[in-house]
């Protein structure tokens, strides 16, 4: 498994401006995830992050409004950019020690104003 | 497009009663199945996962959960539930190594 830690655990924002979520794994990953987690809804993938390329973004996500950063193999960041009430969520990242095996992080808890 | 379906959206169970959560998943190539479960004010843990093999695949805390090919489904099971199960399950197929879907989740209730 892996110990993965979230900063911050959770924020309130104001419309318009933009949020860096911050993940950090005490080993080293190839492959970290972000996901979101609406209000009352399921998990769904934003974005793969491998180092040393760029995140693959799933359909309905650009790099313009969520765009992440993989400077190493145990850290990686997620902007929420330009938020909207419609960005209130959670966001998890997660990791892949183990071949298509994913270990989730504690999450970050976003309202936004 | 894959997808995911579980039956249940809110279960509730008295302590000792049996659990039976029903996920469903499309067709789609190579799956590989997850389990995951949340209990309150926690993160996803993983509870279980099937790649192949024996389709009675047992996890932790004495969850199981049957891989039935013919039917797309991947059903969660516990003998005896405890008051300590109260969590929300999230069924998760994994298409071609790298497409994993998340189902809606079930909340479980168990009274003591």
């Known amino acids: 498994s892996a110990v993965i830690s979230q900063k911050p655990s959770r924020d309130i924002c104001q419309r318009g401006t933009s949020l860096t979520i911050q993940c950090q794994v005490d080993?080293?990953?190839?492959?970290m995830f972000w996901y979101r987690q609406q209000p009352g809804q399921s998990l769904t993938l934003i974005a793969t992050?491998?180092?040393?390329?760029?995140?693959?973004?799933e359909s309905g996500f650009v790099i313009d409004k969520f765009p992440i950063s993989r400077p190493n193999l145990t850290f990686s960041t997620l902007t929420v950019s330009n938020m909207s009430p419609e960005d209130s969520s959670i966001y998890l990242c997660?990791?892949?020690?183990?071949?298509?095996?994913?270990?989730f992080g504690p999450g970050t808890r976003l309202l936004v104003l | 497009a894959q997808s995911v379906s579980q039956h249940n959206h809110h279960v509730i169970l008295s302590e000792a009663a049996s659990l039976e959560l029903g996920c469903n998943y499309s067709?789609?190539?190579?799956?590989?199945l997850f389990w995951y479960v949340q209990y309150p004010g926690q993160h996803l843990q993983l509870l279980l996962k099937?790649?192949?093999?024996?389709?009675l695949v047992k996890g932790i805390k004495g969850f199981e959960a049957e891989f039935i090919k013919s039917k797309f489904s991947f059903n969660l099971r516990k003998p005896s539930v405890q008051w300590s199960d109260t969590a929300e399950y999230f069924c998760?197929?994994?298409?071609?190594?790298?497409?994993?879907?998340f189902g809606a989740g079930t909340r479980l209730t168990v009274k003591p």
């Open positions: 080993s080293q990953v190839t492959m």
């Open positions: 099937y790649f192949s093999g024996d389709p």
């Open positions: 998760a197929p994994r298409y071609n190594n790298n497409d994993m879907r």
């Open positions: 992050a491998n180092q040393g390329s760029e995140a693959t973004y």
């Open positions: 997660s990791v892949e020690p183990i071949r298509e095996t994913q270990y």
């Open positions: 067709y789609g190539g190579t799956v590989n």
